[in-house]
């Protein structure tokens, strides 16, 4: 299963430096119109992520068979939350007013956790 976290840090990864060099691609995936489909896509792929984490991480062992399951149902967590579509668009506008600069720190971020995913289940495989 660890596989699964493998493919998972590298997406996270080539999301990560994607939007590092286009953060307008988020802004504009954030318009009005696009908004309940996102939301939707939003809810299934935190779900859907949140399940990769919590039961891949386990197989990790040290600290990261610790922390990746955590982020998992973290993760799950603020996806439960997300289904309120009030909270949700709250969510929403608060980072489609944001800078590029919030854009490209967030993807940075993403990027190094991607790394770090990466890292540690190649590192659990041998």
């Known amino acids: 299963?660890?596989?699964m976290l493998g493919i998972l840090g590298w997406v996270w990864f080539a999301l990560g430096l994607w939007w590092f060099m286009r953060p307008q691609g988020i802004r504009k995936r954030l318009e009005r119109d696009f908004r309940?489909?996102?939301r939707t896509l939003l809810i299934i792929t935190l779900l859907a992520v949140a399940g990769v984490?919590?039961?891949s991480g386990r197989e990790l062992g040290g600290i990261a068979g610790w922390l990746v399951p955590?982020?998992?149902v973290i993760v799950c967590l603020k996806a439960l939350l997300l289904v309120r579509g009030k909270l949700c668009d709250t969510v929403l506008d608060w980072w489609s007013d944001?800078?590029?600069r919030v854009y490209r720190g967030s993807a940075a971020c993403l990027a190094i956790a991607g790394l770090?995913?990466?890292w540690a289940t190649s590192r659990a495989n041998g």
């Open 98 to 100: 944001r800078s590029d």
């Open 116 to 118: 770090l995913l990466q």
């Open 1 to 3: 299963m660890t596989w």
């Open 70 to 72: 955590i982020a998992g």
């Open 36 to 38: 309940k489909k996102l």
């Open 53 to 55: 984490l919590f039961s």
